[in-house]
């Protein structure tokens, strides 16, 4: 009996909690540090479970064991702990956990937003991390959302294939590969593909560059205040500078890469595409129109009727909506994901003046300051997982203490690395 704990209340969660609790060789628990959300969840999910509507099939449905709300009740002895949460969060439940758990247990999350090895190690430890498994994917396996909270949730569309990076690379619990565990978890699709390592994943997060970027465009050159009759479609409401946009964004990550692989001919970065690359390879088929990232926004099944994060507001009586900047694709997106990006191009000397555009409106709605005169120097720096919030200034060093040349897992190194950054005072993110 594998024993899993689910963290998070989410749309994946729901789907998550559906799939491997219908299976009868687990012991799923869920696990929601959020106020009240244990209770919510435990309330409104009935005796059959949540009922996942499936793209691919029939219905599941699947009843979690246990419900849980403090770290202390978790069962002993965990397989496997997935993270299906803002990554933001991800620092308050490693702390909350690090009690609870033993060594070799099976670690990671969905998506691996950037940095999630640094903020593993910088929470657990470098020896803890190293008689473990961590793993992340690039980015959640499908597209999905709730129809009813604690009752039924829609996966819209299943991507074929999604990049996985396991720590150590044949990482095993219960004496299975990990990534055929996690098969079994998600579903026979997508495709789990090997990524070369983390800093491959990093680099790769499809949704720091998708959310902040396609924001942007819709926004740039409309009044946030006027409010919308109703909740304006995301990828359907793309337009073709938000695509262009988009691709030139994914150029300059390739250009990192490009660097990178000059500098250090051992690293390994095969498993970094470009994102009109990723999109073909993750939903394929599921694409009407394939000319361009515009048209493939514009005409992907996975992405239908989903629509730009909004708050409602009143307006002579009437319901309204205005761009709800505290959503996940500003809050974790950007100082979780494109800000560790760009980090990571400052450290290899690459420019960015088009990612700079999306950063520097973002943090502007935001009310954050992360970029400051070209550089990633801004008061609001500690809250995001940057390679310079850890402390490191140069490239070699980062590329060194956190094993990306070579395959070992995280060291002793990392430690004395993160112990050294905080003895100076500095606070780890909330």
Known sequence: MMKILLCGGGNAIHVLSSYCSSRDDTHVTMLSLFPGEADKLRDAIPDEGIRCINDLGDDVYGKPNAIISKAEDVPKDLDIVVFALPSFTHEMYLKALKPYLKPGVTIGAMPGEGGFDLCAI?????????????????????????????????????????????SPKHGTTKNEVVTEVLHKLVGR????????????????????????????????????????????????????YTGEKLSLISDEVIEVKR????????????????????????Y???????????????????YRGLTHPMREVQVDGQTKYLPNFRYRYFTEDL????????????????????????????QEMLDKEYLVDGELKGKDLESTRAPQRYGF??????????HYLDDDAPTKAVENHVSSFATKGETPAQ
């Open 122 to 166: 910088h929470n657990l430890g470098s020896e803890f991390c190293r008689h473990s498994n961590l793993f992340a994917l690039e980015t959640l396996p499908w597209a999905c959302r709730i129809e009813e909270y604690g009752k039924k949730v829609e996966v819209l569309g299943t991507k074929k294939e999604v990049e996985v990076i396991v």
């Open 189 to 240: 699709l997508p495709e789990l593909d090997p990524a070369d390592n983390f800093l491959a994943v990093t680099l790769m997060n499809i949704n720091s560059v998708w959310h902040p970027t396609i924001s942007y465009g819709f926004y740039r050159k409309r009044d946030v205040t006027v409010p919308f009759d109703e909740p304006p479609l995301f990828y359907y409401g793309a337009d073709e």
């Open 259 to 282: 660097v990178l692989l000059g500098k250090y001919p051992s690293l390994h970065l095969d498993s970094l595409h470009h994102v009109s690359e990723w999109m073909l390879r993750s």
């Open 284 to 302: 394929g088929d599921d694409i009407g129109d394939k000319t361009s990232i515009y048209t493939m926004l514009r005409t992907n099944k996975g």
């Open 335 to 362: 100082p979780m994901g494109l800000v560790v990006t760009r980090g990571i191009a400052e450290l290899a000397g690459v420019k960015t003046p088009h990612m700079d555009d999306v950063i520097l409106w973002c």
């Open 393 to 402: 200034k140069d490239l070699d060093t980062f590329m060194k203490v956190n």
